[in-house]
């Protein structure tokens, strides 16, 4: 049968099923109805997102009382890009291969599949929202909430540093390449109307670079990325996509949206989230301790041979990448809503200011 597409063709045997499978539910309770709401509007681009309320029959001792349904966008310009980059594919590998064993805390899967022929994915996974509280990119982060936020990224990329394990993992696809592609597939017909939307928000030396920077990324990547240790990344590491526990939640942080994890350098996680999820003045005041609070952890969690010098100019570099990315990104993901609109505004903005902050320009040749 084919998969659901949306929360309307979700119906209560289906749920039913998948949540008795998962070990959720007991075979003598089954889900009578549901009500869904979609969630996260404005924070994600690619997908639908529902909250499910359970209403059960039987037996539904331990059951969940909402789980959330995730689903590619029905937008065909989305959707195209995610599976374009394996986005919908990987994140149903990651919830059946690695989120048990991520070193960092992920939503329990109750059920996730991936129809390769339709292009179409389906994941019900845990509501984290019952013991936390999502973050908000648009309005940032306490430097508490930062210092947290990068060393329990530290503890994932450490624990995933091991090369044997990278490749024991077939469907991790390499950062690198990722990018390369889309400075290659993307990046020519994208940056004209990036500026056009967002070129006022950028510094003068900042904006002069955006036309020629594909080339500009990809020898930084074939040269100045040489011998960097590799680990999985989460690739869309900020704010809209983690959640803070409250207290007694079984978890400090979580993290979500684990459509691109990728086999990459750990430092673009870092400054995706740095430089994206927090206002500059915010930034400046705390990042030097979060920068070396990150690497005293890769240490601790048994990295060797990669120098705090050495990362902190890989941090740099990944200003420029991040900043290619968006330029594809901000030309090509549609912006549903008031919102969307912002936190591109904001995420240019802030990234701007990274850029001219830590003279990232000056690693371009």
């Given at each position: 049968?084919?998969?659901?597409?949306s929360?309307?063709?979700?119906?209560?045997?289906?749920?039913?099923?998948?949540?008795?499978?998962?070990?959720?539910?007991?075979?003598?309770g089954?889900?009578?109805?549901?009500?869904?709401?979609?969630?996260?509007?404005?924070?994600?681009?690619?997908?639908?997102?529902?909250?499910?309320?359970?209403?059960?029959?039987?037996?539904?001792?331990?059951?969940?009382a909402?789980?959330?349904?995730?689903?590619?966008?029905?937008?065909?310009?989305?959707?195209?890009?995610?599976?374009?980059?394996?986005?919908?594919?990987?994140?149903v590998?990651?919830?059946?291969?690695?989120?048990?064993?991520a070193?960092?805390?992920?939503?329990?899967?109750?059920?996730?599949a991936?129809?390769?022929?339709?292009g179409?994915?389906?994941?019900?996974?845990?509501?984290?929202?019952l013991h936390?509280?999502?973050?908000?990119?648009?309005?940032?982060?306490?430097?508490?909430?930062a210092?947290?936020?990068?060393?329990?990224?530290?503890?994932?990329?450490?624990a995933?540093?091991?090369?044997?394990?990278?490749?024991?993992?077939?469907?991790?696809?390499?950062?690198?390449?990722?990018?390369?592609?889309?400075?290659?597939q993307?990046?020519?017909?994208?940056?004209?109307?990036?500026?056009?939307?967002?070129?006022?928000?950028?510094a003068?030396d900042?904006?002069?670079?955006?036309?020629?920077?594909?080339?500009r990324?990809?020898?930084?990547?074939?040269?100045?990325?040489?011998?960097?240790?590799?680990?999985?990344?989460?690739?869309?590491?900020?704010?809209d996509?983690?959640?803070?526990?409250?207290?007694?939640?079984?978890?400090?942080?979580?993290?979500?949206?684990?459509?691109?994890?990728?086999?990459?350098?750990?430092?673009y996680?870092?400054?995706?989230?740095?430089?994206?999820?927090?206002?500059?003045?915010?930034?400046?005041?705390?990042?030097p301790?979060?920068?070396?609070?990150?690497?005293?952890?890769?240490?601790?969690?048994g990295?060797?041979?990669?120098?705090f010098?050495?990362?902190?100019?890989?941090?740099?570099?990944?200003l420029?990448?991040?900043?290619?990315?968006?330029?594809?990104?901000?030309?090509?993901?549609?912006?549903t809503?008031q919102?969307?609109?912002?936190?591109?505004g904001?995420?240019f903005d802030?990234?701007?200011?990274?850029?001219?902050?830590?003279?990232?320009l000056a690693?371009?040749?």
């Amino acid at each position: 049968m084919p998969l659901p597409t949306s929360p309307d063709e979700l119906t209560p045997a289906f749920v039913t099923d998948a949540l008795r499978a998962s070990g959720a539910l007991s075979s003598a309770g089954s889900v009578a109805s549901f009500e869904w709401a979609r969630v996260g509007e404005g924070a994600g681009f690619i997908g639908v997102i529902a909250r499910l309320r359970l209403a059960y029959g039987g037996d539904a001792a331990g059951a969940p009382a909402t789980i959330i349904a995730k689903f590619p966008s029905p937008d065909e310009g989305a959707r195209t890009i995610g599976n374009l980059y394996g986005l919908f594919e990987r994140e149903v590998h990651f919830y059946e291969d690695v989120a048990g064993r991520a070193g960092i805390y992920t939503a329990r899967c109750y059920y996730a599949a991936w129809d390769g022929d339709a292009g179409q994915s389906l994941l019900l996974l845990e509501d984290l929202a019952l013991h936390g509280e999502i973050g908000d990119q648009l309005a940032g982060c306490s430097a508490d909430e930062a210092m947290l936020a990068i060393t329990e990224l530290a503890k994932f990329h450490a624990a995933w540093s091991d090369p044997a394990k990278l490749e024991a993992i077939p469907w991790l696809q390499d950062g690198v390449e990722l990018v390369r592609a889309s400075m290659t597939q993307a990046y020519p017909q994208s940056w004209q109307p990036c500026l056009d939307l967002f070129g006022a928000r950028f510094a003068p030396d900042v904006c002069a670079v955006i036309p020629g920077l594909d080339a500009r990324i990809m020898r930084l990547l074939d040269e100045d990325l040489a011998g960097v240790p590799m680990n999985i990344t989460h690739g869309d590491y900020r704010l809209d996509n983690l959640f803070f526990g409250r207290d007694g939640a079984p978890y400090r942080l979580a993290a979500v949206d684990w459509q691109s994890p990728n086999r990459g350098w750990g430092a673009y996680d870092v400054a995706y989230f740095l430089s994206g999820s927090m206002p500059p003045e915010e930034r400046r005041a705390c990042e030097p301790a979060i920068l070396r609070a990150y690497h005293d952890t890769l240490v601790q969690g048994g990295v060797r041979g990669y120098p705090f010098e050495r990362f902190h100019d890989d941090y740099r570099r990944s200003l420029l990448v991040y900043l290619a990315i968006f330029v594809v990104n901000g030309a090509t993901l549609e912006m549903t809503n008031q919102r969307a609109v912002d936190l591109f505004g904001a995420i240019f903005d802030r990234l701007n200011a990274a850029i001219v902050d830590l003279d990232a320009l000056a690693l371009l040749r």
